[in-house]
């Protein structure tokens, strides 16, 4: 009982520490493909927070298979239409787009 208990505080632990870098670490500005929007990409991580909690309480290693599903499959995505087709804002394909679309 006390390997489970140290086990789930270590993956606790792990899942806050990674959380936390990946609020500092920010990233640049993307260009959208879809609607030619330039910002900071928005994360998203897919699944969903309930289900994750739920899984943890009783369920100890489908809480952890589930919560790694969800870290790993995050992505960037458009803060306006919530595409995932973001490319570099200097790319020739952005500049394209750009000069297509008059902005």
């Not at 969903?48 to 309480?57: F, K, P, S, T, Y």
């Not at 992505?75 to 087709?85: F, H, I, K, L, Y």
Request: charged share 15%; with cysteine; glycine share 6%.
């Amino acid at each position: 009982m006390i390997e489970l208990i140290s086990l789930v505080s270590l993956a606790l632990t792990v899942a806050l520490i990674w959380f936390l870098i990946s609020l500092l670490r920010g990233s640049p500005p993307r260009f959208c493909t879809a609607c030619g929007h330039t910002s900071k990409p928005k994360v998203r991580t897919r699944g969903n927070v309930v289900v994750e909690i739920i899984l943890w309480l009783p369920f100890i290693i489908p809480g952890v298979i589930y919560s790694i599903w969800r870290h790993a499959t995050r992505g960037e995505v458009c803060p306006s239409c919530g595409a995932a087709n973001l490319i570099p804002p200097n790319s020739p394909v952005a500049q394209k787009l750009r000069r297509d679309l008059g902005l």
